[in-house]
């Protein structure tokens, strides 16, 4: 039984990651819960398909499942890593249903609606809020380097000019950031590509 003083601890993403690493189930289903919403509206909002989102959102709980023990959070919340192995999944479907889509007008899937509902905003604005404060954790110049190429998609040169630096500290720093937040490479496993 869990004492008092350890019901935080035992309920931190921290202890739980690394209950799951032990193939602890219960531990597994307390984060499915606390953040397979989160991860179903980034997948929907990126692939605009219930069923694949569906598709990726298991997908990223059954890596969860498989490298929990590799996992080192570089925070207090499991959140980023699973948003960032979701993106890669949403990618290898999206690359996988233009390779098997036909020419057409639409953009491939069935029920896809361009505009988000209020449930879905309220879950994005929490996604937003969530990794805005994982950012704000890190030093000036790593969230400068995190915003221009990751968020505004800069090429390491262009980023370097911006911030008066070089082309290898960019590379480098960015490199140290991802592995950061993702101790291993969720694409082994998955055949996903970045």
Known sequence: MIAADDTTKALSDEWLTYQVGKKDED???TLYRRYARLVAWQARSLLRSGPAAEDATQSTFVILWKKASRITLEGESL???????????????LAKN?????????NGFEGSSPDPGPEELVIQ???????????????ELDQAIYRL???????????????????G?????????????????PNRETGASQ
């Open 27 to 29: 531990a597994f289903d």
């Open 79 to 93: 959140l980023p890593w699973l948003l960032g192995v979701c993106r890669i999944e949403c990618r290898s479907i």
């Open 98 to 106: 233009q390779v098997l889509a036909q020419p057409s007008t639409d």
């Open 125 to 139: 604005g929490e996604i937003v809020r969530q990794i805005e404060m994982h950012v704000s954790q890190m030093s």
């Open 149 to 167: 190429c990751l968020l505004n998609e800069l090429s390491y040169e262009s980023a370097a000019k911006e911030l008066g630096i070089t082309h």
């Open 169 to 185: 500290a960019v590379r480098n720093r960015l490199s140290r950031l991802k592995s950061k937040h993702r101790r291993h490479d």
